[in-house]
């Protein structure tokens, strides 16, 4: 096989890339950058329920997961971009995706599940896999709040005229 570089940029490449090693070292990130999203994912949550999350949470949790994992489950830490997430939840957002209605999912559940992919990945930083977490740069779906509707002070004094008439059972 016929070398593609000449010697000179061979020796320069070679010197960038143990430039930019040498600077991960001394930042602490770790050499083995092979963490793929699923197996690091599952570790954080063995953590977490070995810390004493609530049962209900870590359960929930990995109902979430169910739909992570097929989309990003395969992506090392390193190579993990904020494009990937947002293409994550644009399909969480897509009609199929909810298993009850078959409709979409509310934006509420799509920020569930982007606040266990930043947990993980906090995890991450802290663990020094990865220099800082994307998910801060992801695009998340706005949440809409619904108008509360309270009763008017005349409806309840009314609802309370009703319930004197009524026997004590009601």
């Not at 963490?35 to 953590?47: G, H, S």
């Not at 109902?63 to 494009?83: A, F, N, Q, S």
């Not at 709040?145 to 004094?157: A, G, I, L, R, T």
Request: charged share 30%; net charge positive; aromatic share 8%.
């Amino acid at each position: 096989v016929l070398p593609t570089w000449k010697e000179e940029t061979a020796r320069k490449k070679a010197e960038a890339f143990a430039s930019v090693f040498e600077k991960e070292c001394k930042a602490g990130i770790k050499s083995d950058n092979r963490q793929k999203f699923t197996a690091y994912c599952e570790y954080v949550l063995k953590l977490k329920e070995q810390r004493g999350i609530k049962h209900s949470t870590i359960m929930r949790y990995k109902e979430l997961t169910d739909r992570i994992y097929p989309v990003i489950g395969h992506i090392k830490l390193i190579d993990l971009r904020p494009d990937h997430l947002n293409d994550l939840y644009t399909l969480l957002s897509s009609d199929g995706q909810n298993k009850r209605t078959g409709g979409k999912l509310s934006a509420k559940t799509v920020l569930e599940h982007h606040r266990l992919i930043s947990t993980v990945l906090e995890q991450a930083v802290k663990d020094c896999f990865i220099p800082f977490n994307i998910a801060s740069r992801a695009i998340l779906p706005k949440v809409t709040h619904k108008e509360v509707s309270y009763f008017q002070p005349e409806e309840v004094y009314l609802i309370r005229e009703a319930l004197e008439k009524e026997s004590i059972k009601w």
